[in-house]
């Protein structure tokens, strides 16, 4: 797999796995705002790390150590955080969390088409952004303002939601 394929694995990767691993630092934190702050930087230390991740590894169980580490950080810098598990305990909801069979979620799958109908340059923008670029390395490139890239990710990433969400419901209208 060349890097640029990887790149969009790996980003692909990160995003199925969001709701898991909300899940997993909500079930943790017990405090959406916490949850949010600590999935926040669970996702800027999976990106990283993504040049550290092997492809023949388990990416789950390794987002969810990722996941579990940005926890204990929290847990152990913040005066708001009291509750506390056994570590065997949080070990085993990390590893029934990562759980998954060989198939790409249907979330996957829906994100994988919603990125293809984006435009050349928006999968070209997210490829940089998410192969390790920073925001202003990226304006510096294509002769823009970080204001300006920061907000076209965003743009980005809401028609990606959109997509996705649109393609859940439709499923979901579908089942039997």
Not at 17 to 46: C, E, I, K
Not at 55 to 82: C, K, L, N, Y
Request: hydrophobic share 40%; with cysteine.
């Amino acid at each position: 797999m060349d890097d640029d394929n990887r790149t969009i694995w790996y980003m692909q990767q990160v995003i199925a796995w969001q709701p898991r691993l909300y899940a997993f630092v909500l079930s943790l934190t017990g405090n959406p705002n916490d949850g949010d702050d600590v999935l926040q930087n669970a996702n800027v230390a999976l990106l990283q790390k993504q040049k550290a991740f092997r492809p023949d590894a388990d990416f789950g169980a390794w987002a969810m150590q990722i996941a579990r580490h940005e926890v204990q950080r929290f847990w152990d810098s913040s005066a708001r955080a009291r509750r506390r598990f056994d570590d065997v305990l949080v070990d085993q909801l990390a590893a029934k969390m990562s759980q998954r069979g060989g198939e790409p979620s249907l979330d996957l799958q829906f994100l994988r088409h919603c990125i293809s109908i984006l435009s050349e340059q928006e999968r070209e923008m997210l490829k940089l952004r998410y192969g390790g670029k920073s925001v202003g390395a990226i304006a510096e490139q294509w002769g823009r303002t970080v204001g300006s890239i920061s907000q076209t990710l965003y743009r980005i990433r809401g028609k990606l939601a959109e997509c996705v969400k649109r393609a859940v419901n439709a499923e979901v209208r579908d089942e039997p």
